[in-house]
């Protein structure tokens, strides 16, 4: 089945460094992806989309990147912050369904 | 602009109880999309609402069913609540969600004790 994969264990980096974090996806080839962030007891803020098509989108501080041929795509935070700390999911459509395929996310903390 | 409003924010009901949960999209968007996220789960696709119409459910037993109104807000209704029902249930909305992403409202904290 479809799925969405990543890193399930906590990153925590410095203020200041570059986060980077890995979304993977299996058995399927996705027109795009998305990212989100979500802080507890909140719901997912949509932060990024980048297409099969595109191999690199930024905003601001930051970049996301999609490679159809390791079926990856890699979100990065520049110049991080601690009020970057949250919890960053990954997704995907899946045809004309309606419905998004999410990962587990990945929960980043930026120690000051 | 208002954003996505969903209520009530928490919820506590009792096993075989029925709870009811509400959601109004962002004003123009016509889509309604339901997510249960559960401890450690993730988000799991519930129930996709447009123009009034069910266009599509994820893998959810019966006794979870929902409604669009012709203001395009919805209810989902979640019948002989099991304990292991307990989670946050996001509604979102889309003006496109392949380009645009979801809009989430902050969620409704359901409780089955």
């Known amino acids: 089945s479809q799925k969405i994969e990543q890193n399930s264990e906590a990153l925590n980096i410095q203020e200041g460094k570059t986060a980077t974090l890995t979304c993977n996806y299996t058995?399927?080839?996705?027109?795009?992806l998305q990212w989100y962030r979500q802080d507890p007891g909140r719901g997912p803020v949509f932060l990024l989309l980048i297409r099969e098509n595109e191999k690199e989108k930024r905003k601001e501080r930051l970049k996301v990147t999609f490679d159809t041929t390791l079926k990856q795509s890699l979100f990065h935070i520049t110049a991080s912050q601690p009020a970057d700390s949250a919890t960053y999911l990954c997704?995907?459509?899946?045809?004309?369904?309606?419905?998004?395929?999410f990962g587990q996310g990945t929960t980043l903390q930026v120690k000051p | 602009e208002a954003g996505v409003t969903q209520s009530p924010t928490h919820l506590i009901k009792t096993r075989g109880q029925q709870a009811t949960l509400r959601c109004s999209p962002i004003?123009?968007?016509?889509?309604v999309y339901w997510y249960q996220q559960a401890l450690g789960l993730g988000l799991q696709f519930l129930l996709w609402?447009?123009?009034?119409?069910?266009?599509n459910r994820g893998n959810f037993p019966p006794r979870f069913s929902g409604r669009q109104f012709p203001n395009y807000s919805s209810e989902l209704n979640v019948n002989a609540l099991e304990l292991e029902d307990s989670a946050l249930y996001l509604c979102a909305s889309s003006l496109d969600r392949a380009s645009y992403g979801y809009t989430f409202g902050s969620g409704t904290r359901l409780t089955v004790v």
């Open positions: 058995n399927y080839s996705p027109a795009y």
């Open positions: 997704a995907s459509g899946s045809g004309n369904t309606g419905k998004l395929i």
């Open positions: 609402y447009d123009e009034g119409e069910e266009r």
């Open positions: 004003s123009g968007h016509t889509s």
